[in-house]
């Protein structure tokens, strides 16, 4: 109940600072009604850039850090391309979290959407575990203690099932210590993890006729154009070596990215173990979150009239959900074309009834009759 | 029609959606909006489940079924680009467009279909502008409806918008 009314009261935020918003700016540029397009935006940002600097990059312990020093001072547009890289990942993250948020508060994730929120759970999974690997291929004297105290994490894993910590740490490092295996491990964690994505955003999409992948352009040009003037702003840092012994043993102190590393302070300050169990019990929340209220579903599932549907296919394009389908109507005389529902898809929201100029599909509680027979009440 | 609304306020109908500004504050218990008791309300889940022919038959009135003719029709969604549906209060629109064509043809104002779009919270907004639209349709001279042609069905798909849409 606590939590109902945290939900109700954020959502009433939300919309208030939506209708402020949209006081100063035309309402069809709001980002706020764009967050996970602006996200995508970001993630093809890091596509191309990501590539460049694939071209340049050594995945060997001895030549990562010189690779990437290289690729900053020599290569034209290097330290630019590195800048850009690193900011739309931050900015893809910050994005994807508003997004659930936006989405878990305006009470965007349950019944229907199960499959996008559970997608873009594992997608949230994707882009973090990318951007933690990303900070791993620099090797500087902070990819090696990110890479010290993820393996100390991994290694917790014991706890539950004994040898489970020490096969996955070996599976990260590729071997029991850091050799010449390791940074290709690293590079392949951040490469292929990212390539996944593209397989969960389908899935992230699969339900929705016409998703909103792109923000408009006004809001493209303002994201894209954010990230390079940070990117100008604030060029990315330069550390020691990890090769240096007397570096690694002097550096104490370091920048870390608040969004992707915030789990390496918390790890120094309390336990590796503890950030691993909490990161744990968080994304088994997030997966479960659209479980927890028992769902009214399957009661109000549209539903066609076959004898009055004439195959217009009217309903199947404005169906927001994909959830309406024209199959073959070979007995009819004169109609080719059939409308069917798939229930699982249905989002119960009545968008096909207000399409259909035939009665021919109807929400069985608000059938046409029934809406008639209010209107005919409401002037009697 | 004319007799009935002299002296009385003009008698309306609102289709809500159930995800805008559908509160107890600005619904009543007997249907109606607050401070509106002529202006009364069908509870949609979607602005976009409104079909066009339903909006048609208050305002025309269809003796077949036994609908009167109202005074004029509203529709509430939620806020452009926040639907909870996606793109239901966008059809909303679009759908509107095309039977206000078919009704000035038939000699109807269409200005006499009012489109809101408010969101959850926004109640004494949306009340707003409901006064407003009520005081627009008490000024608005009396609509002479053509004569029906035929058995026309109430709502053509889309032959209206072919000719004046785009």
Redo the contacts between chains.
């Keep these: 109940m606590l939590l109902g009314r945290l939900i109700d009261r954020v ?2 935020w939300i ?2 600072f ?2 402020f918003l ?1 006081r100063l700016i035309p ?2 540029f ?1 980002p706020f ?2 967050l996970g397009g602006i996200t995508n935006l970001f993630w093809v940002l890091l596509i191309p850039t990501g590539v460049f600097l694939w071209f340049y990059y050594t995945p060997s312990p001895e030549d990562a850090y010189a690779s990437v020093q290289f690729l900053s001072n020599e290569v034209p547009y290097g330290a630019a391309m590195r800048a850009i890289h690193r900011y739309a990942g931050d900015a893809m993250l910050i994005f994807a979290v508003l997004h659930l948020l936006r989405n878990y508060f ?3 994730y349950r019944r229907f959407r199960d499959l996008p929120w559970l997608s873009g759970a594992v997608l949230l999974l994707l882009v973090m575990i990318a951007g933690m690997s990303g900070y791993l291929l620099v090797w500087d004297v902070r990819s090696l203690r990110i890479a010290e105290l993820t393996t100390d994490a991994l290694l917790q894993f014991n706890a539950f099932i004994p040898g489970l910590g020490t096969a996955l740490a070996g599976v990260f490092l590729g071997g029991d210590q850091v050799n010449r295996e390791t940074l290709a491990r690293f590079l392949g964690l951040h490469i292929a993890g990212p390539a996944l994505i593209f397989f969960f955003l389908w899935m992230h999409y699969v339900r ?1 006729h ?1 998703p ?1 992948i792109w923000p408009p352009a006004f809001v493209t040009l303002l994201a894209i154009g954010g990230v390079f003037v940070v990117s100008g702003l604030v060029p990315v840092e330069t550390l020691p070596p990890a090769n240096d012994p007397v570096a690694v043993a002097t550096t104490t102190t370091y920048p870390v990215d608040l969004f992707f590393l915030w789990g390496y302070p918390l790890m120094s300050w309390i336990s590796p173990g503890a950030v691993a169990a909490g990161t744990l019990l968080l994304l088994v929340v997030i997966f479960f979150a659209p479980y927890y209220v028992p769902q009214k579903r399957y009661i ?1 599932i549209a539903t066609v009239v076959d004898e009055n549907c004439t195959g ?1 296919r ?1 309903c199947e394009i ?1 169906c ?2 994909d959830a309406i389908a024209m199959v073959d109507r070979p007995d009819h005389p004169r109609y080719k074309l059939l409308a069917i529902v798939y229930d699982n898809k249905c ?5 096909c ?5 035939f ?1 021919a599909i109807e ?1 069985p509680l ?1 059938s ?1 009759r029934k ?2 027979e ?3 009440g ?3 | 029609m004319s007799g009935e609304k002299a002296g009385g306020e003009p008698r309306i109908i609102g289709f809500l959606c159930e995800w805008a500004s559908d509160g107890p504050d600005v619904v009543t218990r007997d249907m109606s909006l607050t401070g509106f008791p002529n202006v009364k309300v069908i509870r949609m889940p979607c602005s976009g489940m409104v079909k066009p022919a339903w909006l048609q038959a208050a305002i025309q009135g269809d003796a077949k079924k036994g609908i009167e003719p109202a005074d004029g029709v509203l529709t509430l969604g939620c806020p452009m680009g926040d639907c909870h549906f996606n793109e239901g209060n966008f059809l909303c629109v679009e759908r509107i467009a095309r039977l206000s064509t078919r009704l000035r043809n038939r000699k109807i104002n269409p200005e006499r279909i009012g489109q809101f779009y408010h969101g959850a919270t926004e109640g004494a907004a949306f009340l707003a502008d409901v006064g407003r639209f009520v005081e627009k349709i008490r000024n608005l001279p009396e609509s002479t409806p053509a004569p029906e042609k035929g058995a026309r069905p109430a709502a053509r798909p889309a032959q209206a918008e072919g000719s004046a849409g785009r």
């Design positions: 959502h009433v919309v208030t939506d209708k949209n309402q069809e709001n009604y764009y305006t009470d965007r929705l016409r909103k109000n217009c009217l404005d927001p959900f989002a119960e929201c009545g968008i009834v207000g399409a259909c100029p009665a929400l608000l046409d809406v008639e209010e209107i005919k409401a002037l009697a």
